[in-house]
């Protein structure tokens, strides 16, 4: 059977625009960084280029950074797509690690049935956290995007609660370690493709299938996405605006639970602090200049990744650690401006 996968036009041009732009402004702001901080301009490049494409050690590192993003921003892809604005990625990546911690450290099962288990609760209760919101929207039209943000507070203070005291571990006669969890047994760990990449990375692919045909080729999909474009004429159509938008709320949840499910079982094998890496902030971005086109999310991540681990490299030279931070609000201007640009255009035109 031949699989065709569509991608808009207009999306894919606008998506490569963004990307060029991107990538313009992650070479200005290395050129800066380096000059501000007496690096030599080709060193500082050079050393970018080896730690993320110019070896295989290298490329290695970009894709198991690459595997979360895939699939938090498939998650936010789901949730823009229908009209929900999910800024809590951050928070329900968290939600997931504790689910996959709890159930691989706590409940007594075997590996198999622990790890089949953990996927289904760290989708279940990441998705319930987020399908909160959505049912907030729905019932009494309170703001997605504020509740959704304040909720990835209440998230992260509750994973950083049990790995600095009812979960935490030390081990014998260490001291001044970090905070964290015991080690998640060697049986429950998802098998090494090459190291550092695990085959979470092959979960994060197989998603990316299943998004599309379930966004193009589905009913669901064909409902959420008209929720997202018009509810009024959703409601014309009857369908159920309030049961679809708050069940795309839950499966964008639950997307971004797995995330945190492959960086528990798949690269840190425990819970720790920094796990969730600001992986569902740098997701909103790679969904929003990807359309929100799955076919293109893989893509988006993957260049966010050599970003994030170009710049993390630049700190063996001298260069501070938050330069990836200042790209992260260079990735937001970059992908935001136009679409405020095309929202007061729209407002112009209306008055």
């Not at 009494?140 to 005291?165: C, E, K, P, Q, R």
């Not at 309030?242 to 795309?248: E, K, M, Y």
């Not at 993957?302 to 700190?315: D, N, P, R, Y």
Request: charged content about 10%.
């Amino acid at each position: 059977m031949k699989v065709k996968l569509e991608v808009q036009r207009s999306h894919l041009v606008m998506g490569l625009l963004n990307v060029a732009a991107i990538i313009g402004a992650v070479i200005i702001v290395v050129a800066l960084s380096s000059v501000i901080s007496g690096v030599d301009l080709e060193k500082s490049f050079a050393t970018f280029f080896r730690y993320t494409v110019g070896s295989q050690s290298g490329i290695l590192y970009v894709l198991k950074r690459t595997t979360p993003l895939i699939l938090a921003s498939l998650g936010l892809a789901i949730a823009f797509k229908s009209g929900f604005w999910n800024i809590g990625a951050e928070g329900q990546i968290a939600i997931g690690a504790i689910a996959t911690t709890g159930t691989c450290l706590f409940l007594g099962l075997p590996d198999a049935v622990a790890v089949a288990a953990a996927f289904i609760l760290a989708f279940v209760f990441a998705g319930i956290y987020s399908g909160v919101s959505g049912f907030l929207k729905v019932k009494w039209d309170v703001n997605d995007i504020v509740v959704t943000m304040m909720m990835n507070f209440i998230a992260l203070a509750l994973f950083h609660y049990l790995i600095s005291g009812p979960w935490f571990w030390q081990q014998a006669g260490a001291v001044g370690l970090y905070s964290r969890t015991a080690p998640i047994p060697e049986g429950m760990r998802f098998p090494f493709i090459s190291p550092p990449l695990s085959s979470a990375f092959i979960m994060a692919i197989i998603f990316i299938f299943i998004v599309y045909f379930l966004l193009k080729k589905s009913v669901l999909g064909y409902q959420l996405r008209v929720v997202g474009d018009n509810p009024m004429t959703a409601l014309c159509q009857g369908i159920n605006v309030r049961r679809i938008f708050t069940l795309g709320a839950i499966l964008s949840g639950g997307l971004c639970g797995l995330a945190g499910m492959s960086l528990v079982l798949g690269e840190f094998f425990r819970m720790q602090a920094g796990i969730t890496g600001n992986y569902g902030f740098f997701a909103i971005p790679i969904a929003i200049f990807c359309r929100n086109e799955p076919v293109l999310i893989p893509f988006g991540s993957f260049l966010v990744a050599v970003i994030i681990e170009g710049t993390l490299s630049l700190t063996t030279l001298g260069m501070p650690s938050a330069l990836s931070e200042v790209l992260l609000g260079i990735l937001f201007l970059v992908v935001f401006f136009p679409e405020l640009v095309g929202w007061i255009k729209k407002r112009r035109k209306k008055e």
